[in-house]
């Protein structure tokens, strides 16, 4: 994080977050007084925009490593416009336009698709879905999954997409294990690889 990011988190008293534990570990590790902190989960408070009405600043803290972008802080920005509290975003790390910079795809025009339907048939219909439009559009599609199901979203796209359409998998990003592979779906076939339970951004191309 940039210094003068961590200087104003640093500022901070009060923080709306997902999971209290890993927050002040975050918090912690930015050599600020835990202790002192006022620190409120998402989903468990009735007003978690309190500390603004009692005007103060509040701090939202993502699980994601980029609030609200895949994050379900976004209701809490929404109801802070609609109240016209002042909303600032500072600069940190997004490892969806991490994984689209280092994946060498389309990066005029793409679209972040979420999580992919959990059902088989579905999942392969939503896939096919994706391609086609990646082929229309001439964009990058981008989705994640939950770690344990990594490896069950890559069989199934390597089993559904043309062997030319080209899939990038960034795994680990900002950690010492990162791993970002881009091939064609025929090379994905033929290295039968694995990407285990490692957060990861898939990536999709169709060609034209």
């Known amino acids: 994080m940039p210094q003068d ?15 209290a534990k890993s927050a002040r570990a975050f918090l912690g590790a930015l ?67 991490l994984a689209l910079m280092a994946s060498g795809l389309e ?32 964009e990058t599609e981008i989705f994640i999954e939950t770690p344990y199901r990594n490896d069950v979203l890559l069989a199934a796209l390597v089993e559904t997409c043309n062997a030319g359409t080209r899939l990038c998998v960034a795994a680990d990003l900002t ?5 970002v592979q881009t091939k064609p779906i025929g090379e994905w076939r033929r290295a039968k690889a694995a990407i285990g339970r490692r957060p990861a951004v898939f990536l999709l191309q169709a060609t034209a």
């Open 107 to 138: 990066g005029q025009r793409f679209a972040f698709c979420g999580y992919l339907p959990r059902d088989d048939s579905q999942r392969k219909q939503r896939i096919r879905e994706l391609e086609q439009r990646s082929r229309k559009e001439q």
């Open 31 to 97: 050599g600020m007084p835990v202790r002192e902190l006022n620190i409120r989960v998402i989903g468990e408070e009735r007003d978690p925009l309190a500390p603004l009405r009692e005007k103060r600043a509040l701090g939202l803290l993502s699980e994601a490593g980029c609030p609200a972008i895949a994050d379900p802080g976004a209701a809490i920005i929404d109801t802070a416009h609609r109240e016209g509290f002042r909303v600032v975003p500072l600069v940190g790390p997004s490892s969806i336009v």
């Open 5 to 19: 990011v961590v200087r104003q988190v640093q500022a901070l008293r009060d923080f709306v977050v997902e999971n």
């Open 175 to 179: 950690l010492p294990s990162e791993s």
